[in-house]
C-alpha cells in the first residue's frame, strides 16, 4: 500500500521569506502523479502543483515549485517569497496511474507571519 | 469552465439518524466523482468513487453509501448515523484518473 508521510505537523515563516515543507512517500510503482494541496481556514481544497514521476523536471508554479526526487521518494514544496494569504494547511498527496485512490499525507499547518 | 457544488455546508445530526449529502458538477460531462472524509486535524480518505452513472467503489467498509443518479450528480448517504461519522466531508470531481481532483467547499457534519 501507498502511504504519503509528511514529517512537518506546523510550520511557520516570515512574509515575504522561503519556505520547504517535506513530505515522502512509500511505493513499489514506476508511474505515478504527486500534488500539493492547500486547505485555507475556508476549508477548500485547492491544487497547488502536481508532478508526473515520469518526468524528471520538476514542477513550478509561479512561486511555488517543488523538488522530486524519485530515487528518495521525496517531493518537497518551496514557496518563495511568501505571503500572509499562503497560511493554509498543506497537503501532499500520491496517486498510481490509471488509479483514482488519491492517498494524502497527513498535513502540515503553515503560518506566514507579517 | 466547471463548478462543483456541494451542499450543505453545515449539518447537525442525531445519531441514529439518516444522512443525504449532495454534490452536482457543472460544466463538464462524465467526470470521475469522489466522496473523501477529513477527520479533525488529519489529512483526507477516499469514501467512494464513481466513473461513471451507477458505478459505485467503495474503498473503506462503513455505514455510509454512495450514489450517483445522474451524471454529475454525487449522493452520500447513511441509514443511520454513528458518532464516529463525524467530520468533514469533502466532493471531488476530475476529467479521467491521473487528472487533479477538484473539491468543493465541503460539509461540515456533526452527530450528537
Known amino acids: 500500500a501507498q502511504t504519503v508521510t509528511q514529517s512537518q505537523p506546523e510550520m511557520s515563516v516570515q512574509e515575504a521569506e522561503t519556505v520547504t515543507l517535506s513530505c515522502t512517500y512509500d511505493t513499489s510503482e514506476n508511474n505515478y502523479y504527486l500534488f500539493w494541496y492547500k486547505q485555507p481556514p475556508s476549508r477548500q481544497m485547492i491544487l497547488v502543483i502536481r508532478q508526473e514521476a515520469y518526468k524528471q523536471q520538476n514542477a513550478t508554479e509561479n512561486r511555488f515549485s517543488v523538488n522530486f526526487q524519485k530515487a528518495a521518494k521525496s517531493f518537497s514544496l518551496k514557496i518563495s517569497d511568501s505571503q500572509l494569504g499562503d497560511t493554509a494547511m498543506y497537503f501532499c498527496a500520491f496517486m498510481k496511474q490509471y488509479n483514482n485512490d488519491m492517498r494524502f499525507g497527513a498535513g502540515t499547518r503553515l503560518t506566514v507571519k507579517p | 469552465s466547471q463548478t462543483i457544488h456541494q451542499w450543505p455546508a453545515t449539518l447537525v445530526q442525531p445519531v441514529g439518524s439518516p444522512l443525504s449529502l449532495e454534490c452536482t458538477v457543472e460544466?463538464?460531462?462524465?467526470?470521475?466523482l469522489y466522496w473523501y472524509r477529513q477527520a479533525a486535524g488529519r489529512g483526507l480518505q477516499l469514501l467512494f468513487y464513481?466513473?461513471?452513472?451507477?458505478?459505485i467503489s467503495s474503498e473503506v467498509p462503513q455505514n455510509l453509501s454512495a450514489s450517483r443518479p445522474q451524471d454529475r450528480q454525487f449522493i452520500l448517504s447513511s441509514k443511520k448515523l454513528l458518532l464516529s461519522d463525524s467530520g468533514f466531508y469533502l466532493c471531488?470531481?476530475?476529467?479521467?484518473?491521473?487528472?487533479?481532483?477538484?473539491f468543493g467547499d465541503g460539509t461540515r457534519l456533526s452527530i450528537l
Open positions: 464513481s466513473v461513471g452513472i451507477g458505478q
Open positions: 460544466g463538464t460531462s462524465n467526470p470521475n
Open positions: 471531488a470531481w476530475s476529467l479521467e484518473s491521473n487528472q487533479p481532483q477538484h
